[in-house]
Nanobody, 126 residues
Framework: QVQLVESGGGLVQAGGSLRLSCAASGRTFRKNVMGWFRQAPGKEREFVAAFSWWDGLTYYADSVKGRFTSSRNNAKNMLYLQMNSLKPEDTAVYYC???????????????????WGQGTQVTVST
């Protein structure tokens, strides 16, 4: 059974940092695009970042570019999201997801992600 389990969420003051982790089990995602999405209360789930193993490209939403960094450790089947300079509008449940493809020109396309974690809450206070 494939599982993606996020951890590292919590409460942080604006300007602070958090590092989210995503542990994959049940299969390897070494050759898959892996992504991060988030969903704030009352809003649709939105793309945050994605890392493509095939070409080494990393994609970011404009709202997090320069503040968030996505990385992965294939040997450990782990995905990370380092979040710096957090803002109250970053408050959301954050999800990691496994894409069916090993490269993509549309990393924000949720329909291409076939595996999802249960999410971890990130709350940024003013």
């Amino acid at each position: 059974q494939v599982q993606l389990v996020e951890s590292g969420g919590g409460l942080v003051q604006a300007g602070g940092s958090l590092r989210l982790s995503c542990a994959a089990s049940g299969r390897t995602f070494r050759k898959n695009v892996m992504g991060w999405f988030r969903q704030a209360p009352g809003k649709e789930r939105e793309f945050v970042a994605a890392f493509s193993w095939w070409d080494g490209l990393t994609y970011y939403a404009d709202s997090v570019k320069g503040r968030f960094t996505s990385s992965r450790n294939n040997a450990k089947n782990m995905l990370y999201l380092q979040m710096n300079s957090l803002k109250p509008e970053d408050t959301a449940v954050y999800y990691c997801a496994g894409n069916r493809y090993d490269s993509t020109s549309t990393p924000e396309r949720m329909a291409d992600y076939t595996y999802w974690g249960q999410g971890t809450q990130v709350t940024v206070s003013t």
